[in-house]
T-cell receptor, first 113, second 114 residues
Framework: GNSVTQMEGPVTLSEEAFLTINCTYTATGYPSLFWYVQYPGEGLQLLLKATKADDKGSNKGFEATYRKETTSFHLEKGSVQVSDSAVYFCALSDRAAGNKLTFGGGTRVLVKP | GAVVSQHPSWVICKSGTSVKIECRSLDFQATTMFWYRQFPKQSLMLMATSNEGSKATYEQGVEKDKFLINHASLTLSTLTVTSAHPEDSSFYIC??????????FGPGTRLLVL
């Protein structure tokens, strides 16, 4: 079956530090990959996505590249802000399974001023 | 674009009562909506998938008679928690898709059953 593994948090950083959240996946087909962000008490917001190998998704300074050879989709941001404090979820979508999302466990990020 | 709303945002009810949660796609037609449950500091658990005009498909272990899902139109799906008990207290989140793979999520509904 499909699965997503992401690094456990919490990740605590200082403002302007470099952020990396590792995400690897297992899938039987050719999934699309997503990063969602959840701010406290809210639902999930789509942060970025990539639909095929070597695609790079980017948004709000965040980037992630779909690496088929390493089955990874690591999230990076060069300079984090306090407002980036949230929980980040890596997920994959499988067309063969009706586009159901398989989520990783989430990584809590705390950015201190 | 791709905005999904949920109502109510939070609800407190007595044990044994039923609670209805609405999920609406505001600016697109949602052929498919998903309902998730999230426990504190955990990931999302898919409860069911609903397609407009047809019966919902429930994930293994989810009681369909307890969690009634109706997807009557292309912009509205409802989740009714019947005879709620304290263990049903949770954060319920819906998502919607227009048939493409990207799911857009609602802001969630926090349910507390006393």
């Amino acid at each position: 079956g499909n699965s997503v593994t992401q690094m456990e948090g919490p990740v605590t950083l200082s403002e302007e530090a470099f952020l990396t959240i590792n995400c690897t996946y297992t899938a039987t087909g050719y999934p699309s990959l997503f990063w969602y962000v959840q701010y406290p008490g809210e639902g999930l917001q789509l942060l970025l996505k990539a639909t095929k190998a070597d695609d790079k998704g980017s948004n709000k300074g965040f980037e992630a590249t779909y690496r088929k050879e390493t089955t990874s989709f690591h999230l990076e941001k060069g300079s984090v802000q306090v407002s980036d404090s949230a929980v980040y979820f890596c997920a994959l979508s499988d067309r063969a399974a009706g586009n159901k999302l398989t989520f990783g466990g989430g990584t809590r990020v705390l950015v201190k001023p | 674009g791709a905005v999904v709303s949920q109502h109510p945002s939070w609800v407190i009810c007595k044990s044994g009562t039923s609670v209805k949660i609405e999920c609406r796609s505001l600016d697109f037609q949602a052929t498919t909506m998903f309902w998730y449950r999230q426990f504190p500091k955990q990931s999302l658990m898919l409860m069911a998938t609903s397609n407009e005009g047809s019966k919902a498909t429930y994930e293994q272990g989810v009681e369909k008679d307890k969690f009634l899902i109706n997807h009557a139109s292309l912009t509205l799906s409802t989740l009714t928690v019947t005879s709620a008990h304290p263990e049903d207290s949770s954060f319920y989140i819906c998502s919607a898709t227009s048939g493409r793979e990207t799911q857009y999520f609602g802001p969630g509904t926090r349910l507390l059953v006393l």
